[in-house]
């Protein structure tokens, strides 16, 4: 009787299943392994880091190839099939991956450079913000983050991270009439952008899903708005409008991010010789003075030439003819006439937009 009872729960004991750890969070992270901790975790993971090592393994830093799959199905909760060694491929049903990096600008631009990362839909998935450096000129001591304010923040998200957790199934949460007919408005407003003409053809990937992007922010607002029970209300016209604002800032950087990932290191050297010019309010210079005053980025004089020949070609400055040179001596640094726009305190479009260097 013993043995029976032993073995029976014996044979109970081998078919129990024992969870994994909850791991919410990793950081520098390959394809298949993000895949494979994705698959542990019933779906969802987050990427978050402060450095930009994860571009390289989506490029392919160890296997040689790109890969990237696990973050094109992450983006919209689609089907994931993750292939394992020697046992049963495990299923993904909705994969849900969240990708948070602060990286250098070079690292977009490396993005940029992944092979066929555009055409696959890869640099559309991602919101791209791209801050003025502060460096320089930054605060050594910031105020700190008001308790009041800090405590409602973990409120709500510890609150909804913990009672989302449990949900096998995602909840519909839906418009309002007024908030649907402005999220009508915004998809007439973009659908001509798109086309051959339009003003953000050249990143349509990324714009067509400016929508659905304004889409996902109303819904977090009004989670953040009505954290124990958003799901059983109707999103708002001021929840979506609200929603719109964010899209706005997004969509000025994608332009600037895009644009970035398609320019050389002479425009940047460009940008920070103009901002050079503009600070100081030069009527013009020497090719010599803007070496030296510059020396931080250009450790030679010749690594100046291309930006000066950049900001020369969209107008910004002009070389004067050299002076005539009479006897022996050193030959006079090259001379440059400023465009008067720049020494106003309007400077008008120039250098102003983020589309011109």
Do not use: C
Not at 5 to 18: F, K, T
Not at 95 to 105: D, E
Not at 141 to 148: I, W
Request: no cysteine; proline share 6%.
């Amino acid at each position: 009787m013993r043995s029976g009872l032993a073995g029976d729960a014996a044979l109970r004991a081998r078919e129990l299943v024992v969870p994994v750890p909850p791991r919410l969070v990793v950081d520098d992270i390959t394809a298949e392994k993000a895949a494979s901790i994705m698959a542990e975790q019933g779906g969802r993971l987050a990427v978050l880091a402060p450095e930009g090592g994860i571009v390289a393994n989506i490029a392919g830093r160890y296997s040689g190839t790109p890969n990237y799959e696990v973050f094109l199905r992450g983006h919209a909760g689609e089907y994931l099939e993750v292939d394992r060694q020697g046992r049963e491929s495990d299923v993904i049903e909705h994969a849900y991956l969240t990708l948070g990096l602060v990286v250098q600008p070079q690292i977009v631009r490396d993005l940029g450079q992944i092979k066929a990362a555009k055409e696959r839909g890869l640099l559309g998935r991602f919101l791209y913000s791209l801050p003025v450096s502060t460096v320089g000129h930054r605060e050594i001591r910031v105020p700190e983050v008001p308790e009041h304010v800090a405590a409602d923040y973990r409120a709500r998200i510890g609150g909804l991270t913990l009672q989302l957790a449990s949900w096998s199934a995602p909840e519909v949460v839906e418009f309002s009439r007024d908030a649907d007919e402005a999220m009508f408005s915004l998809q007439t407003e973009i659908e001509p952008q798109l086309g051959p003409r339009g003003a953000w053809h050249h990143i349509a990937d990324w714009a067509g899903k400016y929508a659905g992007t304004v889409a996902r922010f109303a819904a977090l607002l009004h989670l953040a708005d009505r954290p124990g029970d958003a799901w059983h209300h109707e999103i708002g016209a001021g929840t979506f409008a609200r929603a719109r604002e964010l899209g706005s800032y997004f969509l000025a950087h994608a332009l600037g991010a895009f644009d970035h990932m398609g320019r050389d290191e002479a425009y940047d050297d460009a940008r920070a010789l103009l901002a050079w010019i503009t600070g100081e309010r030069l009527p013009q210079f020497t090719r010599r003075e803007a070496h030296r005053a510059n020396r931080g980025r250009f450790t030679s004089a010749s690594e100046i030439g291309p930006a000066l020949d950049l900001l020369e070609e969209h107008g910004h400055i002009r070389q004067l003819p050299p002076p005539e040179r009479h006897g022996a001596g050193r030959k006079p640094s090259p001379t440059y006439l400023v465009h008067p726009v720049h020494l106003s305190a309007d400077r008008g479009q120039f250098g102003q937009n983020g589309q011109n260097p």
